[in-house]
């Protein structure tokens, strides 16, 4: 039972244009979602979270769209860079719940041509 | 400040031992959780620990048990391994209220 889908495996961006990376989930109870980059032989490293009260949340070339209506979130890369090219995974929580255990996506390889 | 570190990177095992993996979460943070990351998949939720407490499970059989320390460090077992087990490990630690999770750079399991 997958209740946070990534059903892009991979997306191929010209450097300096825009790069969208979807994200869906199942469960309405998920109210806290993030993004993670995780290069080859690293963990992954935290990106970005909107919480389910707001619909977009933005720190530099990063924004996160959610449209709870839809139980769907997005990310958004603008310039996109080559350093940008990694594996990108959603992930959802539920915030009050007792562990805050985070439900991941099966990722997005992104890659970033020169 | 040194980020979640865990050991060891890499570790080849026979099906049937038993292994052993460890990790220290970042400083300030009480909670550790451990995740598989099996190729091609996210990482799925093994287990959390806070107050030397397993404090929620995840679907992962009995073999997998783990532990935490009054530093907060942690270790993950994981008994008679099958050829299934070979995944990457990854520790993730918090601060308790935070959702927001920092990950380890792993330990690559290989059960042959």
């Known amino acids: 039972d997958q209740q946070v889908k990534q059903n892009s495996p991979s997306l191929s961006v010209q450097e300096g244009r825009i790069s969208i990376l979807n994200c869906d989930y199942t469960n309405s109870m998920f109210d806290y979602f993030l993004w993670y980059k995780k290069y080859p032989a690293e963990g992954p490293t935290f990106l970005i979270s909107?919480?389910?009260?707001?619909d977009k949340n933005e720190d530099g070339r990063f924004t996160v769209f959610l449209n709870k209506s839809a139980k769907h979130l997005s990310l958004h890369i603008v310039p996109s860079q080559p350093g940008d090219s990694a594996v990108y995974f959603c992930a959802a929580a539920i915030e009050g719940g007792a562990t805050n255990k985070l439900i991941f996506g099966t990722g997005t390889l992104l890659a970033v041509q020169p | 400040d040194a980020g979640v570190t865990q050991s060891p990177t890499h570790l080849i095992k026979t099906r049937g031992q038993q292994v052993t993996l460890r990790c220290s979460p970042k400083?300030?943070?009480?909670?550790v959780s451990w995740y598989q990351q099996a190729l091609g998949q996210g990482p799925q939720f093994i287990f959390q620990?806070?107050?030397?407490?397993?404090?929620q499970r995840g679907n992962f059989p009995d073999r997998f048990s783990g532990h935490q320390y009054p530093n907060y460090s942690s270790e993950l077992n994981v008994n008679a391994l099958l050829l299934g087990d070979s995944a990457l490990y990854l520790c993730a630690s918090r601060p308790g209220v935070s959702t927001e999770a920092f990950f380890g750079q792993g330990t690559r399991l290989t059960v042959v």
């Open positions: 909107i919480s389910s009260i707001k």
């Open positions: 400083s300030g943070h009480d909670t």
């Open positions: 620990y806070y107050e030397e407490e397993e404090r």
